[in-house]
C-alpha cells in the first residue's frame, strides 16, 4: 500500500477542518479519513466521513481513500442509528453544484432517517428527495453499457 497523500487545499474549509484550524465533533480518525457530525444537520446526528487528503469530486480520489472512507460507513452507520434510535439511514454523496454539492472536498453524508411521529423527528426526519423512475430500454442500456466499460 502507497504512503497517503497528505495533499491540503489551504482554501477549502474541510482541509481546514482535518488541520485543526476549525473545531469539529469528530467521531472516528484513522491514517486517510475522517468521520464528524455535520454543523447543518438534515437529522439527528447526520454526519459526514472526508478523506483526509483533498480532492473534490469522487473520481478525483484515489482507490485507498476512497476504500478508508468506505470501511469506516458500515460501523459508522451503525453507531449513529443506534445511538439515535433512528430505523433507517441514508448514505449521500453529492459531486457537483447541479447534483447539490456546496463543499469541494469529497465527502460521505450519513443521514439518519426518522419516522415523523418518533420524538427524534423533532430534529428533522432526515432526507427527502424525488425519485421518478424511467424505464431501461435495452437498446439504449447496451450503448450504455459498451461506452461505459470503455472508461473503466
Ligand atoms: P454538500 O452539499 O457539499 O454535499 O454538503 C456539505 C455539508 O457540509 C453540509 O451538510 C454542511 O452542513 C456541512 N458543513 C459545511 N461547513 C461545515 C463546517 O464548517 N463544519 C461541519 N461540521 N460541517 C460543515
Ligand atoms: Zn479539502
Given at each position: 500500500?502507497?504512503?497517503?497523500?497528505?495533499?491540503?487545499?489551504?482554501?477549502?474549509?474541510?482541509?481546514?477542518?482535518?488541520?485543526?484550524?476549525?473545531?469539529?465533533?469528530?467521531?472516528?480518525q484513522d491514517e486517510r479519513a475522517?468521520?464528524?457530525?455535520?454543523?447543518?444537520?438534515?437529522?439527528?446526528?447526520?454526519?459526514?466521513?472526508?478523506?483526509?487528503?483533498?480532492?473534490?469530486?469522487?473520481?478525483?480520489?484515489?482507490?485507498?481513500?476512497?476504500?478508508?472512507?468506505?470501511?469506516?460507513?458500515?460501523?459508522?452507520?451503525?453507531?449513529?442509528?443506534?445511538?439515535?434510535?433512528?430505523?433507517?439511514?441514508?448514505?449521500?454523496?453529492?459531486?457537483?453544484?447541479?447534483?447539490?454539492?456546496?463543499?469541494?472536498?469529497?465527502?460521505?453524508?450519513?443521514?439518519?432517517?426518522?419516522?415523523?411521529?418518533?420524538?427524534?423527528?423533532?430534529?428533522?426526519?432526515?432526507?427527502?428527495?424525488?425519485?421518478?423512475?424511467?424505464?431501461?430500454?435495452?437498446?439504449?442500456?447496451?450503448?450504455?453499457?459498451?461506452?461505459?466499460?470503455?472508461?473503466?
Amino acid at each position: 500500500m502507497s504512503r497517503p497523500n497528505q495533499s491540503q487545499d489551504p482554501e477549502c474549509i474541510f482541509c481546514k477542518i482535518i488541520a485543526g484550524q476549525i473545531p469539529c465533533y469528530e467521531l472516528h480518525q484513522d491514517e486517510r479519513a475522517l468521520a464528524f457530525l455535520d454543523i447543518g444537520p438534515l437529522s439527528k446526528a447526520h454526519s459526514l466521513v472526508v478523506p483526509k487528503a483533498h480532492a473534490t469530486t469522487i473520481d478525483e480520489l484515489s482507490s485507498e481513500d476512497a476504500a478508508a472512507c468506505g470501511a469506516i460507513l458500515p460501523r459508522l452507520s451503525k453507531a449513529i442509528t443506534t445511538a439515535t434510535g433512528a430505523p433507517a439511514c441514508n448514505i449521500l454523496q453529492n459531486n457537483g453544484a447541479l447534483a447539490g454539492q456546496a463543499v469541494g472536498h469529497v465527502h460521505f453524508h450519513v443521514i439518519p432517517r426518522f419516522d415523523p411521529a418518533q420524538p427524534e423527528a423533532e430534529e428533522g426526519v432526515g432526507l427527502r428527495f424525488d425519485w421518478t423512475p424511467n424505464k431501461l430500454e435495452a437498446d439504449k442500456a447496451q450503448a450504455l453499457q459498451s461506452a461505459i466499460r470503455q472508461g473503466l
